[in-house]
């Protein structure tokens, strides 16, 4: 078995930052890419950042310039740094974890999900 767990969450002012961690644990040959997802109230998941195992890293228009995504020391935990929180940045964020695991497949794997919440 894979498991994400997120943390880090929770409520900030306008303004603010806040620091989400994730860690993946358990039968992981190895890892392609860690990434973070978001999703509001009565919108579609979508694509915060991620990081490949390279290095390589992508970005939301909408958080460029705002939001940082960084590996850990251990190769399966991901961060991500966010400054200059807005309102529309409020939702649930979700790890995502593309591996290839013990058993030779290549899943995605996800977390269950930490809430970030921005007053104006």
């Known amino acids: 078995q894979v498991h994400v767990v997120e943390s880090g969450g929770g409520l900030v002012q306008a303004g603010g930052s806040l620091r989400l961690s994730c860690a993946a644990s358990g039968s992981i040959l190895s890892i392609n890419a860690m990434g973070w997802y978001r999703q509001a109230p009565g919108k579609q998941r979508e694509l915060v950042a991620v990081?490949?195992?390279?290095?390589?890293?992508n970005y939301a228009e909408s958080v460029k310039g705002r939001f940082t995504v960084s590996r850990g020391n251990a190769k399966n935990t991901v961060y991500l740094q966010m400054n200059g929180l807005k309102a529309e940045d409020t939702a649930v964020y979700h790890c995502?974890?593309?591996?290839?695991?013990?058993?030779?497949?290549?899943?995605?794997?996800w977390g269950q999900g930490t809430q970030v919440t921005v007053s104006s």
């Open positions: 990081i490949t195992s390279g290095g390589r890293t």
């Open positions: 995502n974890l593309d591996c290839v695991t013990h058993w030779g497949t290549r899943d995605d794997y």
